[in-house]
């Protein structure tokens, strides 16, 4: 790659279509260069686009890009341009392409107005963000970005290529809290355990991550993570899991390996979220449930697999008592 431009924004990095076709394991004989992807709508001859279906496929055909990832599936629409790289999947393809074209987008190093306090290990590649705090002994690893007031408390270790965007809070107190029976008074329980965030994850704005009570929280590698989420001290959120918009997860809660929630989950404490499983939007988990079913989809409150959901829904419907 060599020779920058500039294209929505973002410092963009040009590439050759013979890369193109490499980065997505395919080949292309096509000559030329590519700088950017875009929609279909909008591209030009050094676009890259991407179709699923076949109408998109021909939208694509019809267009000025300069390549066009699709779907193997659809080579039995049958096409002789030679701007079309086939793929296994399209849209995961069209976003490795994008991420290899689009470079850093960050810069690496400690924005002048943030606060980063004594003891901190920062692993090379790494930038902080306008008015970011990260405290005293956080390590984080290389090639992250800390978004702008973001703040990292003690106890927080990050680990490689970790995106946290703007307003997040890493590694906060818990809320845990002893009753005394006899006055009804509250104490707070100890929350001095640790955050410990793997290696690809991403967290999304103003989302908030508890460290745990005693032991860990901990979130596991290549997990995305959107805006306004909450996960309480103590849970354990496995490898490449989806959290939606406003989850909330309570304490000592798991989310296994490959689980997708979608907006507005609520998960009460001590449940398990099996792998695999997909809960719908707004789904709700009661304390100490375990959800299990690779691939079931589950939705309502309290959630039940989506069959069950709608045959009720149906019921209501006609006004039938349960």
């Known amino acids: 790659m060599e020779d ?12 050759t279509i013979g890369q193109v076709a490499e980065w997505v394991s395919a080949v292309s004989a096509l000559d030329g260069d590519v700088v950017e992807v875009s929609s279909i709508e909008a591209a030009g001859p050094r676009s890259v686009v991407f179709a699923v279906d076949g109408e998109t496929l021909g939208k694509a055909l019809r267009s000025a890009a300069g390549v066009i990832l699709a779907g193997r599936r659809l080579e039995s629409v ?3 341009d030679e701007r079309v790289i086939w793929v296994e999947d399209a849209r995961y393809s069209f976003a490795v392409v994008a991420e290899k074209l689009r470079g850093r987008w960050f810069e690496a190093g400690v924005d002048a107005s943030a606060v980063v306090a004594d003891g ?8 902080v963000g306008p008015g970011a705090v990260i405290e005293r002994g956080v390590v984080i690893g290389r090639d992250c970005w800390v978004g702008a007031r973001v703040v990292v408390q003690a106890g927080t270790v990050i680990g ?16 845990g809290y002893a009753r005394n029976g006899r006055t009804g008074e509250y104490r707070l329980f ?12 991403e967290i999304g704005a103003n989302t908030t991550i508890d460290r745990g009570a005693l032991g860990e929280t901990r979130i596991g590698r290549g997990t995305k993570i959107d805006n306004l989420v909450h996960i309480a001290h103590n849970c354990v959120i496995g490898k490449n899991v989806i959290l939606a918009a406003q989850t909330g997860i309570s304490g000592s809660s798991v ?8 907006g ?12 695999g499983v997909i809960l719908g ?15 079931e989809v589950f939705w309502g409150r309290p959630a039940r697999p989506l069959k069950e959901y709608l045959r009720d829904l149906a019921r209501l419907r006609r006004g039938r008592v349960f």
Request: proline share 1%; net charge negative.
């Open 4 to 15: 920058e431009t500039t294209g929505g924004g973002w410092d963009l990095l040009m590439a």
């Open 78 to 80: 049958g096409s002789a």
């Open 120 to 127: 901190v290990s920062m692993g090379e590649g790494t930038g």
């Open 160 to 175: 490689d290529r970790v995106v946290v965007q703007a307003g997040a809070v890493l590694g906060s107190t818990g809320f």
């Open 190 to 201: 100890p929350q001095q355990g640790r955050l410990v965030i793997e290696d690809d994850v």
């Open 255 to 262: 989310v296994e390996d490959g689980a997708i929630l979608g």
């Open 264 to 275: 507005q989950v609520g998960i009460g404490e001590h449940a398990t979220v099996g792998e």
């Open 281 to 295: 939007g707004g789904a709700g988990v009661l304390s100490g449930k375990k959800m299990r079913g690779a691939g």
